[in-house]
């Protein structure tokens, strides 16, 4: 089977205008086999997150409600779909969130946020039917089977092929476009689970490989893959053609255009990743695949912003040998800390990791054995294929306070 994946993001669907560009899209590719992945409308991930947040504080978190249900029902109104499509799942969205306490924080989340997907792919379902595009909606918690390390959690990738194939395949031979949520899986015992913030494109990643797509296509605001953000880089430009070798690299140094967890299971498989863009669908994006040849790639740049470096110090004086650093690197494991970059000397390591709500209890753990010292709103630099020029456009006017350079790789932790 030709079978094309294709996933919508959050910015493709913020708005009516923006669904039926989507409708338009589908139905133009509707002659081959398609399943379609869809992440929630905008922004309401975030505000699902907020409202989580506004509960466990015991503030008011009802106008977080009543702003999403408003947001909702203007789409649906404009789209012509019944007002009460939506109903019985902010119901059930409602009953849910009232049961919140403070304990147990990342399951509550995922029970809760992943109501952001079964909202916006009930829309699209619906709209794709009225306009006789033949769809079916199927529940991606019936498909993907996850562990429980909520927020995060690892695909049980056998179930998952299983699922996956004794129920799309049947829809897509009677020649249903079957569209499912992005971003969400559920557990053994059927509770919901998330695959980590903008996971959808490792959904449709993973529905690509349990299926043997031909063609995976990431729909965005942008017209491909560049070699920085255009939000931070005015001068940034396509890069027509990525290995998945570079795909990978430059997503792990933090390219927010791609989750990093999707190029492997297209790899394994050798499935070709088109990122195109859905505000001119004539353009042709980038193309991500298996190849030996040798690809010229311009400087690629990733900026963070609010790094914080970490110096970690033995108290007495010791080197810092294989003993500390396994107690500091599992410390990290635990909180889910990860480093953007590490640089070790004699009595001290260091790393550079995003700010985070979990590192302070991380680093009080660690305090009880070492000397902590902290930099924080820190900028991180990374420069893929680097040149002069580059380095110093990235750094004029900067502290440098590390510098890593490999072959091709080069990382600045700048103040
Ligand atoms: P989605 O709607 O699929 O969730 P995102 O907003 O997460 O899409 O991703 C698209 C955004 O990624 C673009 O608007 C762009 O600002 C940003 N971006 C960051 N790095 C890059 C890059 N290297 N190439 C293209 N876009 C990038
Ligand atoms: N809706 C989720 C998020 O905003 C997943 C996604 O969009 O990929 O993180
Ligand atoms: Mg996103």
Not at 89 to 97: G, S
Request: proline share 3%; glycine share 4%; net charge neutral.
């Amino acid at each position: 089977m030709n079978l094309e994946v294709f996933k919508f993001g959050g910015a493709s669907v913020k708005d009516a205008a923006s669904i039926k560009n989507v409708a338009n899209i589908i139905q133009h590719h509707a002659s081959r086999p398609l399943l379609v992945v869809v992440s929630a409308l905008g922004k309401t991930t975030n505000a699902l997150e907020n409202m989580l947040q506004a509960k466990i504080k015991n503030e008011d978190w009802k106008p977080f409600l009543i702003d999403l249900q408003q947001h909702h029902a203007t789409i649906l109104q404009q789209l012509n779909l019944p007002t009460n499509l939506l109903e019985s799942l902010f119901i059930e969205l409602e009953k849910k969130i009232e049961v919140v306490g403070k304990l147990q924080y990342d399951f509550h989340y995922d029970q809760i946020v992943s109501f952001g997907e079964m909202l916006s792919t009930s829309i699209v379902a619906t709209y794709l039917n009225q306009r006789n595009n033949n769809t079916v909606l199927l529940d991606a918690r019936t498909l993907i089977a996850t562990d429980n390390n909520y927020r995060d959690v690892n695909i049980l990738w056998k179930e998952t092929e299983k699922q996956v194939t004794e129920n799309v395949l049947p829809q897509l031979q009677n020649n249903k476009i079957v569209l499912t949520q992005g971003f969400i899986g559920s557990t053994k015992d059927g509770f919901s689970t998330t695959l980590g913030r903008e996971g959808s494109d490792y959904s449709a990643s993973i529905f690509s490989y349990c299926l043997d797509a031909e063609l995976m296509t990431i729909w965005k605001d942008v017209n491909g893959v560049m070699n920085a953000d255009p939000k931070q880089f005015s001068d940034a430009e396509v890069i027509p053609q990525l290995s998945y070798y570079e795909a990978i690299e430059m997503t792990f140094y933090g390219a927010k255009v791609i989750h990093p967890k999707t190029i492997k299971p297209l790899q394994n498989k050798h499935i070709q990743l088109m990122v195109r863009s859905f505000i001119d669908s004539k353009t042709e994006g980038t193309k991500i695949f298996e190849t030996n040849l040798h690809i010229s790639y311009p400087p690629v740049k990733v900026w963070k912003e609010n790094q914080v470096l970490v110096s970690i110090q033995t108290r007495d004086f010791s080197f810092i040998g294989e003993k500390h650093l396994q107690k500091i690197f599992e410390v990290l494991a635990t909180f889910r800390i990860s480093m953007n970059v590490m640089q070790n000397g004699a009595i001290s390591f260091s790393c550079c990791v995003d700010s985070n709500p979990r590192l302070e209890a991380a680093l009080d753990v660690l305090h009880q054995e070492f000397k902590i010292l902290t930099n924080e709103n820190l900028h991180l630099a990374t420069i893929r294929h680097y040149d002069e020029k580059t380095i110093a456009d990235l750094t004029k006017g900067k502290e440098i306070l590390v510098e890593q350079k490999s072959r091709h790789t080069i990382q600045f932790v700048l103040k």
